[in-house]
DNA sequence: TTGAAAGCGCTAACAA
DNA sequence: TTGTTAGCGCTTTCAA
């Protein structure tokens, strides 16, 4: 066999445990067990022994048999319960959240929910047996409770962009309500008057929201409430296309296009361009996206900042369990009008 | 205090243990282990009254316990090294990753490397030492020595998007080289002759195979390698846009770029928006990106297929953890040219 | 400064 | 079918 040995030369060997270490260095296991976490009172000559042997061995700690016995019982991994990885909203916020948890020598698991209330509660348990430290949830249901248990046995829990129901614990929301209802105004500054609402699932909050705050605006512009503008629950891209498109084929079409979330307003520039209407029609589009300045018109958004929140959301996390027993805080993170053509397209038709 | 009790509510309750189970449905602790694990040879009535036991307590296993005593001593859990959590290309193969992972009960720890040699050194120590059952990784380094003895202690290992080096272990990779050469030969088919070369850090392996299928092309077409017409080593959106800038702003400027990746390309694509001559200069990036067909010119590129990569590495990592013992692969996935726009238009000036 | 003994929560092996 | 005992790899406690 050369040493490029693979995975087919024989059956695993087996790990070198602190005990062989301190065989090998003639010391006792203990004497081990404080060389390898840093503790003090042990002389060099020996500490270097140590240290020798467990290279020699290519020792490596087994974090689970120590968190299993230390007080506390600290795994030093955390869970993340994102709606999708693999959307830009939550892979930033991932993103956010690991710079703070790997400055700290902490792993992330992390898992997407796809707005399945039954399979958060899934992930979380599955997370809950790994006896994570802490966890950040951006969650898909609508009754938190199951989640004291977890609370009162140590275990850290923050909630972004949605708040907890039925559960008392740290938040870091957006401020979906005002941020629609400034996109909304900023297109009724623009002349518009009829104003059609595309949102996503009219269970989750964000989207109740922001739904709200489109109608705080028309109400504030003196507007009739018209929901025959409105369209809601709106899962995919595609589904936001034809309900957008739908929209347009009226008698009497809105001028303008309040898009309620990423996915939808990607639907809503689809159906626009299908149409050829895109540098007719305004839109604004709840939440940033990578390349909305590329597209033509280039997409005005109410930009949240997921890696703000991540980053906040980490460091409550971080706080509790470093022991931080305050009164439960929700932040609110301010969103920000970011004008760049389609929103500030003046009425047409 | 009320039922929304919160983080305030005094000390950490501690955790009903099998002990406590056992105690209470007036068991052995064997018995409450069995029905746990769905084991058979427990009689219904007794099986009832450990799970109303455990509910009662609101019991959760302990995995970490579990697995240091279970032969084997696997984990359920999975790590997965990316260049970056955030970027599209990895979070498309995470989420891949992740649903052949969660049919199997096993959660997924992910982390960035930002093209960091060392941070890959460290991370996937930091998941060794948490025993995961195997890795996924997307190297950053060029040694993959360092693995060898996870390896040989039974953590399944493969790799994604570039080969391991000093180590034999499974791969998944896409072909950059004839992908790239496919790009290139699509613009010297569209009559381009003058073509630039805009590419990652040159360390990289999948950066230097696009290199060289760009010379391939080249070659093939009989045209004169032309070094001065090649820029790497950028690392940013903003890197590849001066880059693309200086190329541009010469005297016998290309008529069409080969953008080596993801954010070269975008870079390429506000270069050439900020000179207007996005229709006159064509482009064929290497990997897609989300909008790409929403921009205009709609973008031509070379896609890969990270959410089949994925799929594909996680299939051979468990089929690994599942005992397969089979020599080494290496398995290549197709790229695919997709022709948009940018890609076809025709040399000018 | 060093080490011996006990035990974290659980499962393997074996006994009743 | 059910239970008992030992011990996974480590840290705690306490003694030398």
Redesign the interface.
Known sequence: MT???????GP????ATMRDVAALAGVSLKTVSRVVNGEPGVTEPLARKVRAAAERL?Y??????S??RRSGGR?A?IGLLLP?????FS??L??AV?DVA?AR?V??????LDEDPDREVR?A???????VDGLIVVPASHDHGYL???????T??VFVDRPPV?????AVLADGRAGAANGVRHLVGHGHRRIGFLGDLATITTAQDRLQGYRDALAAAGLADRPDLVRSDLRTVEQAESAALALLGRRHPPTALFAGQNLVT?GA??AL?RLGRQHEVALVGFDD???AD???PAVTVVAQDPAAMGTLAARLLFA?IDGD????TTRVVPTRLVPRGSGELPPRG
Chains 1, 2 share one sequence.
Do not use: K, M, W, Y
């Not at 004291?148 to 140590?154: F, H, L, V």
């Not at 039925?166 to 740290?170: E, F, H, Q, T």
């Open positions: 040493s490029l040995s693979g995975s087919d030369d695993a060997q087996p790990r290519q490596r700690p087994n974090l689970g048999a968190s299993l795994t991994t999708d990885v693999a959307n830009p892979s930033a991932h993103r690991e790997v020598g792993a992330v698991l992390a898992a997407s992930l348990g599955a997370f809950a047996t790994r006896r004291r248990a977890e609370q009162r046995a140590g850290a829990l039925l559960l008392d614990a740290d990607i520039i689809r361009r996206f990578p390349l590329l597209l033509e509790r027993t305050d009164p439960t």
